[in-house]
């Protein structure tokens, strides 16, 4: 059950190329948060703009009440988000959408995160840490300056990260994609969990089915209500008996979805 609450910024620090990590006091929302869901925030104190912003639920401290999110400036709403200082307060509805199924303890993992879309899979590679489940994550960025976990890289998370830049300037110089081939040829894993741009996730649904290893991907389509109710964010995804697909709705039924049930051959699904 979602809450919409008025919400204290903690701490905002830059940690990147027009990155940002807000921390907020919403214990309400902390305490009942699971990896995989998000947030919708209003970034103004005015009605312009109109529509909230969906942004993923990074962390929780859940005895300290706080909520940690990772954001990319973009445009209007998220450059108002950025100017924000300590004190500052924000209307903020949660824990919104389906989170991540999470697998048997000791399977081993690997999330793969494109840009910011790391924002959830830290959160979801810490609880599976703690639940004992072998974690690797894979980066991919543009260069050494666009790395969503800041210069210090995977120094602040509890699980090997390994980075892929497509100009060479840190790690692997490529697309996010190459490792995880290598990492899947190696047999190294049991599971997969990806977030970030569409043809980073369309190229991860190619290879789990090469391999035939499942995988679940959360999605960052553009959102109007954030609460099922305008299909403004409907995603093409496979259907059943006679139906040969359906559209869901990304902000109720995911934004987590298992790689298997998303349709690719439609732009319309996800951003590219
Ligand atoms: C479930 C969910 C979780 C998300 N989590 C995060 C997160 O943790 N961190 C983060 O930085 N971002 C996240 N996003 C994306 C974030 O919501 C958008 O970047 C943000 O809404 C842009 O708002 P804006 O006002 O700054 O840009 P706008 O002025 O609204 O848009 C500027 C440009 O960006 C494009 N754009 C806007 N929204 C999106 C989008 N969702 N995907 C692709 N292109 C878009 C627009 O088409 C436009 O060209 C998430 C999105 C969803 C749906
Ligand atoms: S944003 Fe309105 S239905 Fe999903």
Known sequence: MATDITARIIKQEQVGLGQYRMNLYAPEIASRAVPGQFVYIRCSSSLDPLLRRPLSIHGVNRERGELLLLYQVIGRGTSLLAAKRQGDQ????????????????????????????????????????????????????????????????GNNVPFNVTVATDDGTCGYHGPVTDLLERALAGREVDMVYACGPGGMLRQTAMLLARYG????????????????????????????????????????????FRADQLVWDQEECING
Request: proline residues 9%.
């Open 90 to 153: 924000l209307p903020v509805m949660g824990p919104l959408g389906r989170g991540f199924t999470l697998p048997e303890p000791e399977r081993r993992v690997i999330l793969v995160g494109g840009g910011i879309g790391v924002a959830p899979l830290v959160f979801l590679g810490n609880e599976l840490v703690r639940r004992k489940n072998p974690v690797l994550m894979l980066v991919g960025a543009r260069s050494i300056h666009h790395l969503p976990l800041g210069r210090e890289g």
């Open 213 to 256: 290893l499942p995988g679940e991907f959360s999605l960052e389509e553009r959102m109007g209500c954030g609460v099922g109710a305008c299909l403004s964010c409907v995603c093409k995804t496979t259907g059943e008996g006679e139906r040969p697909f359906r559209y869901r709705r990304v902000c109720v039924e995911g934004p987590v």
